[in-house]
DNA sequence: TGAAAAGGTGTAACTCATACACTAAGTTAA
DNA sequence: TTAACTTAGTGTATGAGTTACACCTTTTCA
């Protein structure tokens, strides 16, 4: 029952130097986002290297904190604009990290999201705090901060488990693309080889892209027609 | 990043009347429990009458604040016992929700869970803060606080899109029970009529269950072979 | 002892996923 | 100019799994 904090239990500023105070503790809200892209034929995540301590040098996920007024997929989406300059990258709220003593300085819960773009989307700058920011394929990451492998093999299960029952996959792939390139999408995805007839049967079944009428000329060899999503932004849901 | 409260920014005790202080805000954190059962060859769920206000008068889900050293899922099995007496449900995050807003005292971020039980094991008691605590069919709920109806219906999204792809409403079914009575948790679940053999036939072929070599003997007709869960707390995950 | 009520069983049709090999259209280099 | 190379693009047959469907069995009760 959403109950407890009896109407005087709200912030009051009594206190200059911690003005904000409260009858009962209350833990920090984050949100911490699990990028992923793919580059290079592999699929990679977008890590922060932490400059401070706890965990200096290590690296994290891209995160924050919630501002007080603000709703939680909203500070996910800045937090990773902020890092990416990239805004309506698909976002998805994956789940809530709140094990005692998993943030050393203060009871901390983070709100977790899984987000999904094609590189062409993405221009990741130095963060505004000068923090570095870097590509990791999902095989082989540094050494993280706090829970975030946990956070990451959640969102990568996750991913992969959606390929199943959506087109979720979709959004790892630019404006207009080849149906060769959306295989290779798939084929990063489940790290095997999918056979070409079937994937192309199954992917013009859904009604989920449509034929531009443009050709594609990349190579010595016969051009491929381009498709696009009919609905960028939106996920079918199969069966 | 989880990183912006420096080190002075965790609790301390300045203020004796607000004991808790902050240089930032910090939201409150709930549970929030979305209890499912079946009675009557209905869906029913636990909902908690309020008698305060915000919201005096209307019902919302069992729940409450975390405590600052409690985790999530504890919290929210701690309140659910408050509440029923029972222990080792069956329990899933099944989002968060933050909206600002939604308790108009002070910010409030809910994580809410999906728990499932069947009735036998269920005895609800008035809360300990004499509360008044009734089951309620989801196609017949009372106005409800907060965002409650929203969580609910996403519980039950959740719950029924499970069904497809996991053994999940055998947490619905007693310690024995036979294949009619396991067949009328799932028309109750599906709203449908299911064919008998069809359904016989594939939950045998599922080997989470097993013939205890019993009869049972209710009614004027056939007894019928009592089964019993291989292995109770573990859902199956179908495909 | 027969009528009522739920328990229990098998087979055929259909749908969907999988396996599999060749031709088409462009580029490049001899 | 043409032959070799490279990726694009296409259909059919098989097997697995899901769905539809009807009758006999075993008990209780009148």
């Known amino acids: 029952m959403t109950d407890k904090p009896q109407t005087s239990d709200a912030?009051?500023?009594?206190?200059?130097?911690?003005?904000?105070?409260?009858?009962y503790p209350h833990p920090?809200?984050?949100?911490?986002?699990?990028?992923?892209?793919?580059?290079?034929?592999?699929?990679?995540?977008?890590?922060?290297?932490r400059?401070?301590?706890?965990?200096?040098?290590?690296?994290?996920?891209?995160?924050?904190?919630?501002?007080?007024?603000?709703?939680?997929?909203t500070c996910a989406a800045r937090e990773l604009a902020e890092e990416t300059g990239v805004e309506n990258l698909y976002l998805e709220q994956l789940g809530t990290f709140g094990k005692p003593g998993r943030d050393p300085r203060?009871?901390?819960?983070?709100?977790?999201?899984?987000?999904?773009?094609?590189e062409s989307r993405l221009q990741v700058r130095a963060g505004d705090d000068a923090a570095a920011a870097a590509w990791f394929p999902v095989t082989a990451l540094p050494p993280l901060a706090f829970d975030h492998d946990e956070i990451i093999a959640m969102a990568h299960r996750r991913l992969v488990a959606k390929l199943?029952?959506?087109?979720?996959?979709?959004?790892?792939?630019?404006?207009?693309?080849?149906?060769s390139e959306l295989q290779r999408v798939y084929e990063t995805l489940v790290d095997a080889e999918i056979d070409k007839?079937?994937?192309?049967?199954w992917a013009q079944a859904l009604e989920v892209i449509e034929d531009t009428g443009e050709l594609r000329r990349r190579g010595s060899h016969r051009p491929a027609r381009v498709y696009r999503l009919l609905d960028r932004e939106r996920i079918a849901f199969l069966k």
Do not use: H, M
């Open 11 to 23: 912030a009051t500023a009594t206190n200059p130097g911690q003005p904000y105070c409260y009858r």
């Open 28 to 49: 920090a809200v984050t949100t911490d986002v699990v990028l992923f892209t793919i580059r290079d034929d592999r699929l990679q995540l977008l890590l922060i290297e």
């Open 51 to 73: 400059g401070n301590e706890p965990y200096k040098g290590s690296w994290a996920l891209p995160g924050g904190f919630v501002d007080i007024d603000e709703d939680l997929a």
């Open 106 to 118: 203060e009871r901390v819960i983070s709100v977790a999201y899984l987000a999904l773009a094609p």
């Open 164 to 179: 199943d029952y959506s087109t979720i996959a979709f959004q790892l792939v630019p404006e207009t693309f080849t149906l």
């Open 197 to 201: 007839r079937n994937f192309r049967k």
